[in-house]
């Protein structure tokens, strides 16, 4: 079985100068297996795995300039079966306030990006 579960975070990139953080939030809408997540959210080794497809495996070790991206104010949890059914989050596009991707955990454990009307 699977689940959808929206991710939701704010981010920055940690540069010689300082940190800026993103002026919008991060959306992810991912349908994953069921023992990705515990206690209705993501599990902590399987949420980095999804920044690690956003960012790069070696995210956390910074770039190659000496920049390096940081996470802020992460959060989980799943899309109810209401919304889900209602499927309004399939609209969503980027604007000000945030940016959204929406990603499969394929068989083999690879993430994969795809279109709303799929996931």
């Not at 959306?27 to 960012?55: G, H, N, S, T």
Request: proline fraction near 3%; charged fraction near 25%.
């Amino acid at each position: 079985m699977t689940q959808l579960m929206r991710v939701s975070y704010k981010d920055g990139l940690a540069t010689n100068y300082g940190c800026s953080q993103a002026n919008y939030a991060c959306v992810i809408y991912c349908r994953v297996p069921d023992d990705w997540v515990a206690e209705r959210a993501l599990r902590k080794e399987k949420l980095e795995l999804l920044f690690q497809k956003m960012y790069g495996v070696t995210w956390r070790s910074g770039n190659e300039d000496g920049s390096s991206y940081v996470v802020f104010e992460s959060h989980s949890e799943p899309v109810s079966a209401v919304d889900e059914q209602a499927g309004a989050w399939r609209a969503l596009t980027n604007d000000k306030a945030a940016h959204y991707w929406f990603w499969r955990v394929e068989a083999d454990g690879s993430i994969t990006s795809v279109r709303p009307d799929v996931l």
